[in-house]
Every structure is written in structure tokens, then in C-alpha cells.
């Protein structure tokens, strides 16, 4: 499986500001996703990161709240703005296993626990 | 209607035994069906896929899917401490997009 590296690990941040996290996988990869998981909550789908176009967002979700990008095949960043205390969460970056039968399987980063006062 | 459900926890077991954990979705049409393991203040951990009716085995973990009730089950046999983490029940819902059920909670008692 890939190895997944997401920074910051863990952020404390204030009402109104944006951060951005980042996502470094160690092998080109084609699908990458992002996910939240709220205290006490399972994971819910934010976006799918498209190579060299515009992110496909979930229900729920836009743009101009969670900005991604996705340069190349090996890197990606959400970008959480406006922060609100309800985005406290841990935002977990996924990458879709490389086999030839593209199974679904979904490898997750260490996740980046935002804190927002 | 929640697309994946699975049983309510917390589920306690002693050490030794059977930890049975139950899933349900909706999408008939799905094909591919996860369980993940995810430590307190870890990252989910894949460690069982499955995509044919039936069983599989792995070690000491055991997936069932029956696709016609629209059911997966996790079995963990001669359940260890170190066992004790949520699981959650993932299913591919098209495009390879996966839906995660709330998860349960396992207690292995030593």
C-alpha cells in the first residue's frame, strides 16, 4: 500500500481564519479523496480530488468552504476557510489502492485533527 | 434510510471468544464491501475486503457478504486486548466512492 503523509498532524486555530492541509503520497496514485470525521462520528466523504481539474464535491460540501487541489498524481491539499468551531474535525486524506481490478480499496494519511476556538 | 448501517455497540467480549459484527446497506447494486479497524485517535486501517458471496478468511478475522440480503458480517475469533478498537463497515457506492457505516465500538476483556 501507499504511504500517505498529511501535515499538520494536528492544528489549534481561531474563528475566521483558513488553514490548508496537505497530503504527500509516496507513489502516483489516481483517485484521492478527502474525508471528516467529526468527535464521536464515522467518516463522511468531502470531495474527490481530480488531477488538473476542479474537485468533485459531496452533498453538503462546496467549494468555496473546502477549496482543494491537486497539482499531480502524488500530492493534494483542502483548504478549510472561514473556520467555525462545527469544523472541528479530523480531516483524513485517502488514496485508492493501485491494482489492476480497481477494487475500491481506500488507504488513509494519519489524519489532521483541527481544533477551531 | 442510512445507506450502511451496522449493529449498535458498544460490544464487550471476554478474551478468547467471538466478536460478531453485523452490516447492512441499502445500494443492491454495490459490489465491493470493507471492514476497517481504527485505533482511539488512529486513522482507519483496512483489514478485510470482500466482494463474492460467501466467506473469507483471514487469520483470525472472518468476513461474510450475502449480496441477496444485502448483509456483511465481521467475525473476530479467539478475540485479543489488542482487538479492542472501532470497526466500520465501508461499501463501495459506485464510482469508487465508499460510504462508512457509524462503526462499533469492540471490548475485548483480558
Known amino acids: 500500500s501507499a504511504v500517505i503523509s498529511q501535515k499538520p498532524s494536528r492544528d489549534i486555530c481561531q474563528r475566521g481564519t483558513s488553514l490548508t492541509i496537505q497530503c504527500q503520497v509516496d507513489?502516483?496514485?489516481?483517485?484521492m479523496f478527502w474525508y471528516r470525521q467529526q468527535p464521536g462520528q464515522s467518516l463522511t466523504l468531502i470531495a474527490t480530488a481530480n488531477q488538473g481539474s476542479e474537485a468533485t464535491y459531496e452533498s453538503g460540501f462546496v467549494i468555496d468552504k473546502f477549496p482543494i487541489s491537486r497539482p499531480n498524481l502524488t500530492f493534494s491539499t483542502l483548504t478549510v476557510s472561514n473556520m467555525s468551531p462545527e469544523d472541528s474535525s479530523i480531516y483524513l486524506c485517502?488514496?485508492?489502492?493501485?491494482?489492476?481490478?480497481?477494487?475500491?480499496?481506500?488507504?488513509f494519511g494519519e489524519g489532521s485533527r483541527l481544533t477551531v476556538l | 434510510q442510512k445507506e450502511v448501517e451496522q449493529n449498535s455497540g458498544p460490544l464487550s467480549v471476554p478474551e478468547g471468544a467471538i466478536a460478531s459484527l453485523n452490516c447492512t446497506y441499502s445500494?443492491?447494486?454495490?459490489?465491493?464491501f470493507f471492514w476497517y479497524r481504527q485505533y482511539s485517535g488512529k486513522s482507519p486501517e483496512l483489514i478485510m475486503s470482500i466482494y463474492s458471496n460467501g466467506d473469507k478468511e483471514d487469520g483470525r478475522f472472518t468476513a461474510q457478504l450475502n449480496k441477496a440480503s444485502q448483509y456483511v458480517s465481521l467475525l473476530i475469533r479467539d478475540s485479543q486486548p489488542s482487538d479492542s478498537a472501532t470497526y466500520l463497515c465501508a461499501v463501495n457506492m459506485g464510482d469508487y466512492k465508499l460510504s462508512f457505516g457509524a462503526g462499533t465500538t469492540v471490548t475485548v476483556r483480558a
Open positions: 485517502s488514496v485508492m489502492a493501485s491494482t489492476g481490478r480497481n477494487t475500491g480499496e481506500l488507504f
Open positions: 445500494d443492491r447494486g454495490s459490489q465491493s
Open positions: 507513489s502516483q496514485v489516481t483517485m
